[in-house]
């Protein structure tokens, strides 16, 4: 699982991540959906700098939903 990858999907950089305290082994397993399909997910945590709760539209608390293939490409 590639931080950088995360960092992309959500187009944010790395140090945002890291000041949001998110890394890929703190995400939780979504249930598959209707489709089969499984993913992860995050809260918006309170460590969320203003700027990224602006840029993003975020509020804290927010489930942010992060599709598995993002995390389970490891082809880099």
């Known amino acids: 699982m590639s ?4 960092a992309t999907y959500l187009a944010l950089s790395d140090d945002d ?3 949001m305290g998110i890394r ?3 995400l939780f ?3 598959p959906d209707d489709n089969g399909a499984a993913g992860y997910y995050f ?6 700098p203003q700027r990224v709760l602006g ?4 509020s804290l608390g927010d489930r942010i939903d992060i599709p ?3 995390l389970n490409n490891d082809s880099a």
């Not at 840029?55 to 975020?58: D, F, N, S, V």
């Open 43 to 48: 809260n918006v945590p309170d460590t969320t």
């Open 68 to 70: 598995a293939s993002v």
């Open 3 to 6: 931080q950088s990858a995360l």
């Open 29 to 31: 397993e979504a249930q």
């Open 24 to 26: 890929p082994d703190t």
């Open 17 to 19: 991540l890291n000041e």
């Open 55 to 58: 840029q993003k539209r975020w």
